[in-house]
């Protein structure tokens, strides 16, 4: 079992910054692939970005390439998303997810968290 707990949402201006944070317990961190997805009440659930286990292969949809990035600290057993230039369309509760497989991380994560919300006003 792992435990994904996020924090960092809140309100923030367009073009502002926010950093998003998920702290993981339990199996070793260094187990799982790990990614950011976002979901608002008239869309579903959709991947944001993903993080392989060392680190070495990062993915993201094309909407946040050049504005997000994604990194984890498996020391510390935290992925963190730092998300700039953020749009009102970015709007959306944020999830955290741990998958064993890089293969799986999109379709069929092993893992959620709680979520937490980001606010983008216009």
């Known amino acids: 079992q792992v435990q994904l707990v996020e924090s960092g949402g809140g309100l923030v201006q367009a073009g502002g910054s926010l950093t998003l944070s998920c702290a993981a317990s339990?199996?070793?961190?260094?187990?799982?692939?790990m990614g950011w997805f976002r979901q608002t009440p008239w869309k579903e659930r959709e991947f944001v970005a993903t993080?392989?286990?060392?680190?070495?292969?990062?993915e993201y949809t094309d909407s946040v390439k050049g504005r997000f990035a994604i990194s984890r600290d498996n020391a510390e057993g935290t992925v963190s998303l730092q998300m700039n230039s953020l749009k009102p369309e970015d709007t959306a509760v944020y999830y955290c997810?741990?998958?064993?497989?890089?293969?799986?991380?999109?379709?069929?994560?092993?893992?959620w968290g709680q979520g937490t919300q980001v606010t983008v006003s216009s």
């Open positions: 993080i392989n286990w060392n680190g070495d292969t990062r």
């Open positions: 339990g199996r070793t961190f260094t187990y799982y692939t």
């Open positions: 997810a741990a998958a064993t497989s890089r293969t799986t991380i999109r379709s069929a994560p092993d893992y």
